[in-house]
């Protein structure tokens, strides 16, 4: 059986073009339900995975899950019509599908589905919105571990927040 599959375009968003946004016009790519769950699964597992505690991180409080969400909030307001779909799909699902807080934090798992999502927006994406998209998620990340450093706002990430970053960066083909 073949899964169902979820067009991209402006109207997946539900958004009207709105001022300072570019008025792209209907994407062509179009992803299988596994890859559009893939992509919109993601943000929550990197929150999950930033906020886990770990040698040489510090706990991270309510705060750091809190920045993740507010993160992934800002999505709505990305000049890309992909985020801006996917952050739509996120807010939207009623169905009790996982939330972040139900993911696996596996590390090595989150890092290969980064590339799978990778591998995927390379091949279906317009070029502008998947690296739009890349560089969502590892903004969502690292506003997670900002906001882990206790204490000490406006520090630096711990430098294991920082290897994880780089880490993720790396898998999400930003370096």
């Known amino acids: 059986m073949l899964a169902p599959e979820v067009p991209m375009s402006h109207s997946v968003a539900g958004e009207p073009s709105s001022a300072g946004r570019r008025a792209a016009p209907l994407t062509t790519a179009v992803y299988s339900a596994a890859e559009w769950d893939l992509l919109t699964s993601l943000p929550g597992r990197v929150i999950v995975a930033a906020a886990a505690p770990g040698p040489g991180r510090p706990r991270p409080g309510v705060d750091a899950g809190l920045a993740g969400l507010d993160a992934v909030a800002a999505g709505r307001a990305f000049d890309s019509d992909l ?22 934090a596996d590390v090595v798992d989150l890092f290969a589905a980064c590339r799978a999502a990778t591998r995927v927006l ?19 990340a690292a506003r997670v571990c900002r906001a882990a450093t206790v204490g000490a ?10 290897h994880f970053l780089d880490r993720l ?7």
């Open 153 to 162: 706002p406006g520090l630096p990430p711990a430098p294991a927040d920082r």
């Open 169 to 175: 960066g790396g898998a999400l083909g930003l370096c």
């Open 83 to 104: 985020v801006r779909a996917v952050v739509a799909t996120i807010y939207a699902r009623h169905d009790g599908a996982a939330g972040p807080g139900d993911l696996p």
């Open 122 to 140: 390379r091949s279906r994406a317009d070029p502008a919105d998947s690296a739009a998209y890349r560089q969502w998620v590892q903004s969502v």
